[in-house]
């Protein structure tokens, strides 16, 4: 079932669950001891010294209106995880009774490969009726990395070049009454996190603003495949404060359930799923 944001209901779909790799590797900085904390508080996210972690999108839903917001690991078994799933159509289909030409709008928050795997398959875009929102600072950014990387990326994200349902867009864009596209940096460089507003009630979907909840807390650690390190880190304690005692639904695909709020917690921010 949905969480109600006005008009529009919010989903959460897995594509994938699995580790990405050790704690002391992805945070170089942070000692074993500092995560003691957040072991308690998200058991789910620790298995022994590595990350577990679900790769989620989320569907948004209304009258009018059906937008998928990212598109998971995807079909392409190996190239990230060895334990990919692809489980986000199946997940559209039998948990939300979506078919796939009932998207209108998939936005992608970042260019990294766990976040547009479902873009297409065998060369179509997977949901055809849809139009495809990228940032165009994000797609610049990936048209310049190493060719292996580069390729990688743009991989599904061909298809939809070629269909010309791929649009590039700047600075915060509407996406659909009540959503914005809110530019985000750091992660990457045109990462963007996705505001929805409708009746007074609100959500925020980070993207990968805070990639575990220990972030919401530790704004300052710095993540491994930060892109822009510093901007991260800055990004991170903006959003917070912007946040700050606002009754909103904070999501992110890699938080166990997806959505929930910030709870404070002594002197600590925590993040407890809805
Ligand atoms: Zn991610």
């Given amino acids: 079932m949905g969480i109600r944001i006005g008009d529009y209901e919010l989903t959460v779909l897995v594509d994938t669950h699995g580790v990405l790799g050790s704690l002391a590797e ?10 003691e904390p957040y072991r308690d508080l998200y058991p789910e996210l620790f298995e022994d010294g590595n990350w577990h972690l679900p790769f989620g999108c989320f569907l948004l839903r209304s009258e009018s209106h059906m937008l998928l917001v990212d598109a998971g690991v995807g079909p392409r078994q190996g190239t990230f995880l060895p334990s990919a799933e ?13 078919e796939p030409d ?12 766990d976040h547009i795997g479902w873009a297409s398959s065998d060369g179509r875009p997977q949901w055809p009726r849809a139009s495809y929102i990228v940032s165009r600072t994000d797609f610049n950014w990936v ?3 190493e060719p292996l990387e580069r390729d990688r990326v743009l991989q599904p994200l061909l298809p939809l070049v070629r269909s010309g349902s791929l649009a590039l867009v700047e600075g ?28 007074g009630s609100k959500a925020i979907i980070l993207g990968d ?9 530790r704004p300052e650690w710095v993540y491994l495949f930060d892109v822009e390190p510093e901007t991260s880190v800055a990004t991170r304690r903006a959003i917070l404060e ?11 695909g890699h938080y ?19």
């Fill in 209 to 217: 603003v805070a990639v575990h909840p220990a972030l919401l807390d």
């Fill in 242 to 252: 912007d946040i700050e005692g606002e009754d909103i639904v904070v999501a992110c």
């Fill in 26 to 35: 992805l945070w170089p900085g942070v000692p074993a001891r500092a995560w």
């Fill in 143 to 145: 048209e310049g990395r």
């Fill in 102 to 113: 009932e998207i209108d709008v998939c936005v992608l928050t970042h260019l990294h490969v």
């Fill in 172 to 199: 915060a864009t509407e996406v659909a009454p009540g959503v914005h596209m809110v530019p985000t940096p750091g992660h990457t460089p045109g990462h963007s996190s996705i505001r929805v507003e409708s009746h």
């Fill in 256 to 274: 166990p359930g997806g959505a929930g709020r910030i709870v404070r917690e002594g002197s600590r921010t925590t993040w407890r799923p809805v």
């Fill in 86 to 98: 692809g489980l986000l159509p199946r997940a559209l289909a039998d948990e939300a009774g979506v």
